[in-house]
Structure formats: C-alpha cells, structure tokens
C-alpha cells in the first residue's frame, strides 16, 4: 500500500489551534487578503506580524493530539510508502513522531529573511526591526509559510507521490484552498480510491468515493487501525 495522506486545519483543531473557514474560524475574525499575502506584509509588516506572533504563541502552547497520534504510529508502519502531506504551518504532526511530513504551505516555526533567504527555527515574536541572524540585516525576516499568491512548496514532490500512490485520503480539510483542494480529483483520474475524514461534507464532496465523518480524535485512529491492526493495549473500538 502506497497511501498519500492530505491534513489540513481540522486535524490540529481538537489540540485547541483555529480552523480557518468553519463559523468562528481564523478567516472570519481575520481578512486574509490583509495577513495572508506578500502584499499584505508589503503595506503593514507589523499587522502581519502580530498575527503570526499571536499563532505561534498558540501553537506552542498546544500538543499533538490523538489523530497525530495515529498518523505517526501509520508513519512508523509504512515509512516511506506514507507520504504525509499537511497544508498546516504547525509542528504537531513531528511533535506527535511523524517520520517525514510535507509542509506544503511552509512551517509557523521557520523564519526567512527576504534580503538573503536564509531560512532559520523561530520560536520567538518577530518584529519589523528584528534582525537576520545570518546577514545581520533588519527588516527582512517574515513568517516561512506559504501566504496566498504564492507557490506552494514541493509540487513536484507532491506530483510524484500522487502519481505512485494507490490510496489517498484527506483529513480535516475543507477544499476550498487550489492546488490542495484539486490533488484529489488528480487521485481520481487516476483510478485510486479517495476518502475523506471530516466532521461534515467539505467543498469538494462530490470527489471522494468514501467518506468517514466525526471527530478525527475517533476517525484517524480507527482508519489507521483498520489499515495496520489496532495499537497495542488499545481498548476494542465500539
Ligand atoms: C497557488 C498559510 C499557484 C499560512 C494559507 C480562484 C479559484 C481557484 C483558485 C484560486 C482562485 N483565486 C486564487 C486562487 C489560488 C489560491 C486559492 O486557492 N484561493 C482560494 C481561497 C480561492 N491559492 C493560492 O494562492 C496558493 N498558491 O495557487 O500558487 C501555483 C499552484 C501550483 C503550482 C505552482 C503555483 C497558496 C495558498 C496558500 C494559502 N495559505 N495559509 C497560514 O496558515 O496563515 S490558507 C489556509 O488554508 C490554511 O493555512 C490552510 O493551509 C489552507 C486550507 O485550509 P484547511 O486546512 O482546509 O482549513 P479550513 O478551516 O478551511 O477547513 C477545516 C476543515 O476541518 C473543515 O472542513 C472542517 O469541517 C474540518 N474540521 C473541523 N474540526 C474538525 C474537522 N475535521 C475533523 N475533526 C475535527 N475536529
């Protein structure tokens, strides 16, 4: 079995971090064409990086929570016949053991400095005047993540593994964000079944041949279960 596993916001939202389209979500307190884009940071550095400050304080609060758990039990199972893909900018995925995880929307934890593109682990605030520690240079440093309009990373890794994989499932995303959101009608067209782990129809229903709805605390353990028999010690699913 060669599984491509998409995650998205929903997977990290029992460990307390915002989902961002669902009511109450991150893009319903926040306008994401005035945080979320180069031009956004181009007009008000600072507004972009209070928000950013304030997410990467939250995410180093939370922890990994049961669906992380499992996926990384998957990853240590299957090694390099997973290939882990999140749209999520949070560590949770690692911190839960996660062998290899594609950020394809980059990593809250990562810093680049837009002078000399040296990318560096960020765990403090940033600030308009923060310095790079590579070229010393103020100004420059921004959040390492992926703001709309710009490319993705690692599509041609991500092609390559959804050419090769026999299975894909997406967990907790909403389908509304291109490429992800199309990775898979590509799965589809080549003939491998989809599924799709969601509290509620996402965007892109209609792609997935099978579907499995509720908390991904009780869904991801029970597909990864059902993929690698149950983990040790773990009680008989109901
Ligand atoms: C690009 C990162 C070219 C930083 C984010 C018009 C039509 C089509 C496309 C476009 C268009 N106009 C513009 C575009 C392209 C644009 C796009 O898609 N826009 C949309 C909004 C129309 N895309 C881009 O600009 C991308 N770049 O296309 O470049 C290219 C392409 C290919 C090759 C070369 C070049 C770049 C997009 C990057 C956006 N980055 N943020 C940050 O985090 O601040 S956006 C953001 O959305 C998130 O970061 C996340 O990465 C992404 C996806 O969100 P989801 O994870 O799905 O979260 P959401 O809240 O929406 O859904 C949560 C789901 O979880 C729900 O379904 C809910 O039911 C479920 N859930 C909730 N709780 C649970 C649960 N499920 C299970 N258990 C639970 N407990």
């Keep these: 079995m060669r599984l491509f596993v998409l995650t998205g916001a929903g997977v990290s939202a029992e460990s307390g971090l915002g989902t961002f ?14 945080l979320a884009t180069p031009q956004a940071f ?3 550095p600072a507004e972009v990086h209070a928000f950013y400050n304030l997410r990467r304080r939250n995410l180093l609060a939370a922890a990994p929570n049961a669906a992380h758990d499992a996926l990384a039990r998957l990853s240590a199972a299957l090694r390099s016949d997973l290939f882990l ?6 560590d ?6 996660a062998d290899t995880v594609h950020h394809m929307h980059g990593e809250l934890l990562n810093a680049r400095c837009l002078r000399c593109g040296a990318v560096h682990p960020w765990r403090e605030d940033l600030a308009t005047g923060t310095a ?17 309009g710009e490319t993705p990373r690692g599509m041609d890794a991500i092609e ?7 299975r894909f499932v997406a967990i907790g995303t909403s389908g509304a964000v ?4 199309g990775f898979v009608a590509a799965a589809r067209a080549r003939g491998i079944s989809t599924l799709e782990l969601n509290l509620a129809p996402p965007d892109n229903a209609r792609d997935f041949d099978d579907a499995l709805y ?6 991801v353990p029970r597909l990864v279960a059902s993929l690698i028999g149950p983990e040790p010690g773990a009680p008989e699913p109901r």
């Design 21 to 34: 389209r669902d009511r109450g979500g991150i893009w319903a307190k926040f306008d994401p064409m005035r």
């Design 42 to 44: 181009a007009r008000d």
């Design 85 to 90: 893909c999140t749209q999520n900018v949070d």
């Design 92 to 97: 949770l995925h690692e911190r839960a053991g």
């Design 132 to 148: 790079c520690p590579a070229c010393h240079r103020a100004g420059g440093m921004r959040p390492d993540v992926v703001w709309f």
């Design 160 to 166: 390559t593994a959804l050419s090769r994989a026999d």
């Design 178 to 181: 291109y490429p992800a959101a």
């Design 214 to 219: 509720g908390p991904a605390t009780v869904t």
